[in-house]
C-alpha cells in the first residue's frame, strides 16, 4: 500500500507537484500516493486539515501559498533553513510523532543554479529583487554557497533592511530601493518579486546586467516571463526560469521524507516540453 503525501495550497489547481512526485516515485520505486488538495482560506482552517491528515495516516506534506508561515508556527521543531526562512514548505512527523518543518526552497534554487546550470555562487555579487518570503527563503543557501555579497533591491527599503539585519551574521548584504540599484554588473541577479505573475518587471538600470552575468527569474511559464526577455535583450549570458528550482526543492522534499534524492535533469526538460507543448 502506498503511503500518503500531499500538497496543501490555494489555489492549488495549476500545481505540478502530483505530476513531479509520481515521476519520482516511479523511478525510485518508492510507494507513494500524492495528491494536491485545496485548503479553504479562514482561521484554523489550515491547521485542522494537518492534523486531520497526519491523524489519518498521511506521511508528509509540501506546503505552498499563502500557508507557508501557518506550517512554520505549526512545527514543533524545524530546521536551521527553515527558522530563519519563517517559511515551511515541508511538514512530516519524526519517529518520536513530532510535527517537523523544513524549507526546501533556497536548497532547490542553489541545486539549480549550481548543478543544472553550471553557475558557481562562490565568490559571486548577487542582486535579490524583493524583499518577500521568496527572496528570504533563499537568503542563507545563498550566502552558505559562496556568495561574497548580496544587494537586496525592493520597493519598500525597510522591508529589505530588515532582512539585512536578519542574515548580516552570514555574509555581506545590503538594501536599497529599485531605483538605487548600483549600476554595475553582478554575477547572478534572481528575481524574486511576483511581479513576473502580472506581466510587469520592477524598474532597473541596465547596466546591472554584464555579458557574464546569469539571471534567474523565480516565476516559470509555457512563455519566457517579463524579467528573462528584459535578461535576454540585455544580453546576459544565462536566463533561467524557476521550473527547475520547483523540480528540485520537490527532490529534496522527496529526499526528506523517503530518504533517497531523485535525479531530475530528465523531469526538466519533460515538463518543459509539456509546458511548451
Not at 21 to 26: G, V
Not at 117 to 136: E, T
Not at 181 to 203: C, H, K, W, Y
Request: hydrophobic share 45%; glycine share 10%; net charge negative.
Amino acid at each position: 500500500m502506498a503511503d500518503r503525501y500531499a500538497v496543501f495550497g490555494n489555489p492549488i489547481k495549476h500545481s505540478k507537484s502530483p505530476r513531479i512526485h509520481a515521476a519520482f516515485a516511479e523511478q525510485t520505486g518508492e510507494a507513494v500516493d500524492y495528491r494536491a488538495q485545496l485548503v479553504e482560506l479562514g482561521t484554523g482552517v489550515f491547521e485542522q486539515q494537518v492534523e486531520q491528515f497526519f491523524a489519518e495516516g498521511g506521511k508528509g506534506l509540501n506546503i505552498t501559498v499563502p500557508f507557508k508561515q501557518n506550517a512554520w508556527r505549526m512545527a514543533s521543531w524545524r530546521s536551521a533553513a527553515a527558522e530563519r526562512a519563517g517559511a515551511v514548505n515541508t511538514l512530516y512527523r519524526n519517529e518520536l510523532g513530532t510535527l517537523c518543518g523544513d524549507n526546501t526552497d533556497g536548497v532547490g534554487l542553489v541545486c539549480d543554479l549550481q548543478n543544472n546550470n553550471g553557475i558557481s555562487l562562490k565568490g559571486a555579487r548577487v542582486l535579490m529583487l524583493g524583499a518577500g518570503g521568496a527572496v528570504r527563503g533563499v537568503l542563507e543557501p545563498f550566502l552558505k554557497a559562496g556568495a561574497v555579497e548580496i544587494v537586496i533591491a525592493n520597493r519598500t527599503v525597510a522591508k529589505a533592511q530588515e532582512l539585512v539585519e536578519l542574515f548580516s551574521d552570514l555574509g555581506q548584504l545590503s538594501a536599497c530601493g529599485f531605483e538605487d540599484i548600483e549600476a554595475r554588473a553582478f554575477d547572478v541577479i534572481v528575481n524574486g518579486t511576483s511581479a513576473s505573475l502580472q506581466g510587469e518587471l520592477p524598474p532597473l538600470p541596465d547596466a546591472i546586467v554584464g555579458a557574464d552575468s546569469a539571471c534567474y527569474d523565480m516565476m516559470y511559464g509555457a512563455q519566457p516571463t517579463p524579467f528573462c526577455n528584459w535578461a535576454s535583450q540585455r544580453g546576459a549570458a544565462k536566463v533561467i526560469d524557476g521550473l527547475g528550482m520547483l523540480i528540485e526543492q520537490a527532490a529534496e522534499s522527496f529526499r526528506i521524507w523517503r530518504g533517497v534524492k531523485p535525479q531530475t535533469p530528465e523531469l526538466i526538460a519533460q515538463i518543459r516540453a509539456e509546458l511548451s507543448g
